[in-house]
């Protein structure tokens, strides 16, 4: 029983922000590190985004986990860096942001609702041309 608290307390220590929140901090220079698969990436990606792809393979039979993630990560960002944390939908990116944290950087942020969610809050926040 202890276990299922202390799961769920490491679920709730992940530091996670919203797509409004997002742009804002993309528009001050943080960066966006995209979890996604190489292939979803160079259908569209955020500005500036980096992809350092969570699974290496996704099938029926299960999921092949990047063993090099975090060392790819660590390429590019450094351990007070602050930068989001992104997928699809917001799931695949809470397990890469708990990895990075696990791993000993301080400021990452994983983006509810992931890149569907960033793309809403864009299309809401241009002005409707008439």
Do not use: W
């Given at each position: ?79 007070d ?25 301080k ?24």
């Amino acid at each position: 029983m202890a276990s299922a608290v202390t799961s769920r307390e490491k679920e709730q220590a992940i530091p996670t922000i919203d797509a409004d929140q997002a742009h804002a901090l993309l528009s001050s220079g943080h960066g966006y590190v995209d979890v996604r698969m190489r292939e979803d990436f160079d259908k569209a990606h955020a500005p500036g985004a980096r992809n350092v792809p969570y699974y290496l393979s996704v099938t029926p039979q299960g999921k092949e986990k990047n063993p090099h993630f975090v060392e790819e990560v660590a390429a590019f960002c450094g351990k007070d860096d602050v930068f989001i944390v992104a997928c699809n939908t917001g799931n695949r990116s809470r397990f890469a942001t708990a990895d990075l944290l696990n791993a000993g950087f301080k400021n990452v942020r994983n983006l509810q609702g992931g890149y569907r969610s960033f793309l809403q809050s864009a299309n809401q926040q241009r002005p409707q041309q008439q």
